[in-house]
């Protein structure tokens, strides 16, 4: 049976892979060991899966004592490259939460390290198994638009989901790259994918002036908020699983889950206008809002052969937004209008995407015509388009991803 271990036991880290492992898995591999740099959250794995696994104090004496074929890492973006590349020097697989990393520097250290590993990293682009999004990749393959010649696309974050990005570690650009990458490597990705294409330069902006210090009323957190009875961004920690995973760990670490979004602190956009060229010709137009008053997405993509459009909302907001929801409409050039009725999201994480990448990941795919597994390259190439956004922003000019990548 192989042997995993896994560092990072948040809510993604435990609700995403420990548990499900233990749960679902347990006869077909083995999950040896846990670290986190918080003990007490490590510690959770168990409870939550309901078998004792070792908590390791240090992340290198779980590789020595396990030995594991492949390390899970699901920690604060900004740490991924440190233990992927541990990882693979100690001759192990590696599957990596999106975004792979969030620097172009740390992007080329994880592909230099796999290549003289000789082992494999696997990004985990959950997005790409959602049903919805499959159907949508099928017809590209199809050419049901012929060659995409530019791409519209919209996602909007709500004020409940947005704003938990501005109350933890997202919030600042040192740790998640900025929702530009953090998030947006998600979306970025799904266009590269449809595409089948790789970025070539882009240009960007972004302001924050939704969250951050806009208002006067603020404090250090909601727990012990002054504002709590009349702030409409008041969030209750003592909720599960929050109370657990975070409040009753917080002494170990000090990180708190429900801080001010109104903080000085927050240095990363709420809002972001992004130009994309593609090598093949394409142009993308992207922007990201976080604050608006519902959530979901649009797509447009405009080919050769007509116009493929769909508008998803989140499944909160069912009769809001614009477009027919969760239809994908095609438009061709002898004037038609082919409306197709894509599979819905199902049961499960991110409308049960997490269920088929899981069964992928752990049990394993003997074809993958779609190309739903992520390497390395895909990884880099998703957030080559965030991190060169950042570079546009703070230098005011159109960045190149070959001046960080090279010929890739
Ligand atoms: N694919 C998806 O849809 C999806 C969804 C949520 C999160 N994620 C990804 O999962 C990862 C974790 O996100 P989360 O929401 O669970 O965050 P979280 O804050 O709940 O968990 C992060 C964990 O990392 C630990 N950690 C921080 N620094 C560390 C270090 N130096 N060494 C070891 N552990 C460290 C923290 O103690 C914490 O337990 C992120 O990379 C995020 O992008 C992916």
Request: proline share 4%; hydrophobic share 35%.
């Amino acid at each position: 049976m192989k042997k995993f271990v896994q560092v990072g036991c948040g809510i993604r880290g435990i609700e995403g892979y420990a548990e499900p492992i233990l749960k679902e898995f347990n006869n077909r591999i083995k999950l040896c060991g846990v670290y986190d740099i918080n003990p007490k959250r490590a510690a959770l794995v168990s409870e939550f899966g309901g078998v004792e696994v070792p908590v390791y104090d240090d992340f290198d004496k779980m590789i020595d004592a396990v030995k594991p074929d492949t390390v899970i890492v699901t920690t604060k973006d900004s740490m991924h490259d440190f233990y992927v590349i541990k990882a693979l020097e100690a001759g192990c697989d590696v599957i990596v939460e999106k975004p792979m990393t969030t620097t172009f520097e740390k992007a080329n250290a994880i592909r230099e390290a796999e290549i003289k590993s000789g082992k494999t990293v696997t990004v985990v682009f959950n997005l790409r198994y959602l049903p919805f999004f499959a159907r949508v990749k099928e017809l590209m393959q199809e050419k049901a638009i012929g060659d995409v010649l530019s791409v519209h696309f919209e996602w909007l974050l709500d004020t409940e989901h947005g704003a938990d990005y501005f109350r933890r570690w997202h919030r600042r650009r040192e740790n998640s790259g900025s929702l530009l990458v953090h998030k947006s490597t998600h979306h970025f990705d799904l266009i590269n994918w449809f595409l089948e294409d790789d970025p070539v330069a882009v240009n960007a902006y972004g302001s924050t002036r939704f969250y951050g210090p806009t208002r006067e009323n603020r404090s250090e957190r909601c727990l012990t908020c002054p504002h709590k009875k009349t702030c409409e961004f008041y969030l209750d920690i003592n909720q599960p699983p929050m109370d657990k995973i975070y409040l009753a760990c917080e002494d170990a670490d000090g990180y708190y889950r429900d801080s001010c979004i109104f903080s000085e602190e927050i240095d990363i956009e709420d809002s972001v206008s992004v130009n994309v060229l593609y090598k093949k010709g394409a142009v993308m137009s992207y922007s990201l809002t976080a604050h608006s008053p519902y959530e979901g997405l649009r797509i447009a993509f405009n080919g050769t052969e007509g116009r493929l459009e769909f508008c998803k909302m989140d499944w909160r907001y069912p009769d809001l937004g614009q477009g027919v929801n969760n239809v994908i409409t095609i438009f061709n050039r002898r004037g038609e209008k082919i409306v197709i009725h894509a599979p819905q999201d199902g049961p499960g994480g991110h409308g049960g995407a997490d269920e088929k990448i899981r069964d992928n990941l752990f049990i394993g795919c003997n074809s993958d015509p779609l190309g739903q597994m992520a390497d390395t390259r895909a990884g880099m190439m998703s957030i080559g388009i965030g991190m060169a956004a950042n570079i546009s922003m703070k230098e005011k000019r159109r960045v190149y991803l070959s001046e960080y990548y090279g010929d890739l």
